[in-house]
Each structure stands twice: as structure tokens, then as C-alpha cells.
């Protein structure tokens, strides 16, 4: 990408910054608003304690690593006590969260002096709140039982719907990170999906084969963690890891078309790409 272009993209970015404020404010009060309701009810349970000890152990460890930003860590903290408080002990969604976590961290580290060159680079301080919010928004909304209900499944909480759609949601998030951060790097000159035309890294909607195998790995990876603790059986795994590639899909037609026209912002893309493998994942989980 040069440096033109690369300015070009910042500049629309900056245009739609009320996309990503929209993607805040789409999930992260519902979330803290759930995360509140439950502690209030119960405050002297030890599990919401266990809640509070971790997401805040997370949100230091992010933020002293300078993988987010403040308001990135404590949205971090929000919605890691939410996925805790849905599916606590040993066997907790945490699990497959941490997994999407170091995959994404290192890739996005991988290479960085060549993205640097080539203007794609992540900023130093870190991933924003707006960044976290698009790609970890909707798989706490999967879990929360008023919006899962309504919104994924037509069953109660805590149906086998909903937590596929929770772990498509984190595998397409793993995925779609990866393979850009990746292929940017391994893939060479990547393909607009939607003419296959040769264009330059980092562009929106750009795939490579070698970042499509290296995101569909990772997410298999947030899979298997996902199914070793969840009570969801191997179809189950299997359909949130179909549903979580073809997410990806809908990220690169989003961001070959809409996104490269200047009517949607990264933020949004993301987490239009969540919902779409959430959706997808709960609704193929109700036939199978």
C-alpha cells in the first residue's frame, strides 16, 4: 500500500469515526449493565469475586503490554467478566478467549518493521476499545441470555445454539486477524475477492491463500479449546468453525465493497463479520 493510499484510508477512517462509537455503544453498556445486574444480585458469591479477579488480571496484563489502550483494557475487563459470569469454573469460555488473545497478539506482532514500511502497522499503544468492541462484542452478546433468546436462538440460555454461536463469533474474529496480519507479511501480492485483480497489502477486501490458511488454522485452534471446555460436541465444534470461516468471507465482501467505497469503517466491518458467523452458526445448529 503506498503512502498515499495509506492516508487515503486513515482519512475515510477518521470520516466514519461514528461507526465506531456506534460499536460501543451497541455493546459494551449492555454488557457492563449484565456484568452489574449479576454482581448486585449476589455480591457475596466467590464466583463473581473470581470474575473480578481475573478480568482485572487481564486488563493490567494487556495494557502493561501495550497491546491495547486503557479504554481497550477495560472494555477487555467488561467483557471477560461477562464470559466468565455465563460460563464459570475451570471449563469457561475464558479459555477459548485467551487462545484468540495470544494468536491475535502474536501475529499482529509478527513482522511489524515490514508493515511499518508498508503504512499498514498497527499504532504502538495498542488496539482501541472500538477495536475490542467489534471483535469480541458479539460473541458476550451470544451468552447473555436476553439477547442470545432473542437474537440467536429461540431457545432458553444456556442452549447448544448459543454457545456455537459464541465460539464462531471468536474463531471468525481469530480468523479474520490473522490472515490479515499474516498474509500482509507471508502472502505476497494478495487478490481483491471480488474481481481476484492483483492489489497492494493491506488493501480492503485483499486475500492471499497462505493468510486464508494461516487464519482458518488459528481459528481451528480457538475451536478445539472451545470444545474441550464447553459442553458442545464435535458437530457442534465443527459447524462454529464453518460458520466462523465463512464470517471471514462476509469481512473481505465487506470490505472489498462498502468498506472501500468509504460507507463503512473498519470497526463496523468487524463486527458485522462477528454477527454474520454468530447468526450463522446458531442458525445451522438448530438443524443438526
Known sequence: MSEEN?????ARQTALRWQSQAVLLAFVPFAGTWVFLQMGQAWTDPMLWQATAISAGLAVLVYATRAATLGA????????????????????????LLALLLLTFAATRFGRRRKEALGIAEARRGRTASQVAANLGVAVLAGIPLSAAHIFSPVAFGGREAMTAMLAAMAE???DTVSSELGQVLGGEPRLITTLHLVPAGTDGAVSLTGTLCGSAAAAVVIVMGWAVLPLSHIDATVAFGCGIAGTLVDSLLGAIPERRGWLN????NALSTLAAAVLAAWVARFV
Request: proline residues 6%; glycine residues 8%.
Open 266 to 269: 473498519n470497526d463496523a466491518v
Open 173 to 175: 474474529a481469530t480468523a
Open 73 to 96: 483494557a477495560l472494555t477487555g475487563a467488561i467483557f471477560c467478566a461477562a464470559l466468565y459470569l455465563q460460563t464459570p469454573g475451570l471449563r469457561t469460555a475464558l479459555w477459548p
Open 6 to 10: 495509506g492516508r487515503d484510508r486513515r
